[in-house]
């Protein structure tokens, strides 16, 4: 497959062609890793959901595969997880060796839990005789669930969003269902409806310990507008999320960028990797691509940092180009008056790492084009936040688009900066990951240069590498 399209990323992932957001059913199985996701296989707008289908051996490289749950008398399929079932704890595989188990829900007159499976490595699959395995008649939003196999207690753990809260499940079969506990009610409500939850275990990097995180999608009211992701740090016990933080405190953005939604992490996997939706549902339905309409985010690795008595989430890109070109930079100074400029392509990483002794409290990094636009991020170590600029190129699809978007620095100096540019999108990477923000961009023309500058002291950069990335559709 080759996808040349005006904007069509070239190494994120996306569908040859139609609607898709949320990822869905994320898994490891026998060498493969799952990547299933809302998709609408007739038309570019949000509506019929199925699950599609993308498997990869690396997280990088995607090969998109045939639809995997269509909608049925209960309802459309919206979004949630897949479990190996090692043990056959369903009893639903012939084998003792079990299968793969999706748990997902059913937006029909109402939103229900129900379950599917597969015997052949999630190409095909059977919905349970017995679905919905949790009815629901009452609550309104009441959907996307994460389960996960929680070793201590020998239970499967479900996570579901129940628009202000979320609610925990427990089952030994993955059919019958039991209600564990609410989180989430005492916390700010002012804040959209909750979905996507997702319950992990972390590293905390520099104090050998783990700390549970449980990741909240919310739609409305994201820090730069719309949807967003927030996390709480805590313990669980096997039944109850009891938060490290108080309702006051507890507001830790996973992504400060407008366009990263219902990221989920992996199940089944010895590190915790996870992917988000690259859109944003205040213009996601308008967003100037075809025949596709939105891509995955790069995935990143997790893990926590401690600092200043905060877990902060850490996220790392993972880039399996075995073909990038690299040139690299030593002991470059930039100062006030002047700017350092590189030549670049639109599918690339920058990676800069300061000197210990750089003192430059305003400084940054500008993306221009061929047609003269220029993308610019602005870091402000006075201000303990950083900010891109994506007023130019096409923008005028939707109000909501052009945007200063802003970030916290968490109260670290920057000494690592990541970008991650691929044709219509800018992850960055501050200090390997403490800082994280992905936005979408439409220039008209190419990425073709960047440069960096400082507003006020000098920039000592230790080292500045450029990498040429290839395009994963050839
Ligand atoms: C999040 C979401 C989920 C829902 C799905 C529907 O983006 O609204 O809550 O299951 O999308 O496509």
């Not at 926590?304 to 990038?324: S, T």
Request: aromatic share 14%.
């Amino acid at each position: 497959m080759t996808y040349k399209e005006k904007h069509r990323p070239q190494f994120h992932f996306t569908p040859e062609k139609n609607w898709i957001n949320d990822p869905n059913g994320l898994v490891y199985h026998e060498g493969e890793y799952h990547l299933f996701y809302q998709c609408n296989p007739y038309s570019n707008e949000h509506k019929d959901m199925h699950w599609g289908h993308a498997i990869s051996a690396d997280l990088y490289h995607w090969e998109e595969q045939d639809i995997a749950l269509a909608p049925d008398e209960l309802g459309t399929i919206f979004s949630g997880s897949a479990v190996v079932d090692k043990n056959n704890t369903s009893g639903l595989f012939k084998s003792d060796l079990g299968g793969l188990v999706a748990i997902f829900t059913h937006d029909g007159e109402n939103q229900q839990q129900s379950i599917a499976y597969s015997e052949d490595k999630g190409r095909t699959w059977k919905k349970y005789d017995g679905n919905p395995v949790i009815p629901n008649t009452e609550i309104i939003d009441f959907r996307d669930p994460k389960v996960f196999w929680h070793e201590d207690n020998q239970q499967w753990v479900m996570s579901l969003a129940c628009g202000d809260h979320i609610q925990f499940y427990s089952s030994a079969n993955l059919i019958e269902w039991t209600y564990l506990s609410s989180f989430g009610k005492e916390y700010p409500s002012y804040i959209g409806v909750w979905e996507c939850p997702d319950l992990i275990c972390l590293p905390v990097e520099n104090k050998a310990k783990k700390e549970w995180v449980l990741i909240v999608s919310i739609n409305a009211d994201g820090p730069n507008g719309g949807s967003a992701v927030y996390y709480f740090t805590g313990n669980f016990d096997g039944r109850t999320f009891h938060p490290n933080e108080k309702p006051e405190d507890a507001l830790n953005w996973a992504d400060a960028g407008k366009d990263f939604y219902a990221s989920v992490s992996w199940n089944n996997t010895e590190d915790t990797y996870w992917i988000g939706w690259m859109n944003n549902w205040q213009y996601a339905g308008v967003v100037p691509v075809s025949p596709w309409r939105s891509s995955m985010s790069i995935v990143r690795k997790l893990s926590l940092y401690e600092h200043a008595g905060k877990y902060l989430l850490k996220q790392q890109p993972i880039i399996a180009d075995d073909n990038k070109k690299s040139v690299s930079y030593q002991n470059v100074e930039v100062a006030p008056d002047t700017l350092k400029n590189y030549e670049i392509n639109n599918i690339a990483e920058i990676d800069l790492k300061l000197s210990e002794e750089s003192g430059a409290s305003i400084w940054g990094v500008t993306f221009h084009t061929n047609q003269d636009e220029s993308f610019r991020l602005l870091i402000d170590i006075e201000k303990n936040n950083y900010t891109f600029y994506r007023t130019e190129g096409i923008t005028d699809f939707s109000t909501d688009f052009p945007e200063k978007v802003t970030g916290s620095l968490n109260g670290l100096s920057v000494q690592t900066l990541r970008a991650v540019v691929d044709t219509s999108s800018l992850e960055l990477f501050l200090n390997e990951g403490l800082s994280v923000m992905t936005d979408l961009i439409y220039p008209r023309g190419e990425i073709t240069r960047f440069d960096v500058f400082t507003e006020k002291e000098k920039l000592k950069i230790d080292n500045l590498t450029y990498t040429k990335l290839n395009s994963i559709w050839i």
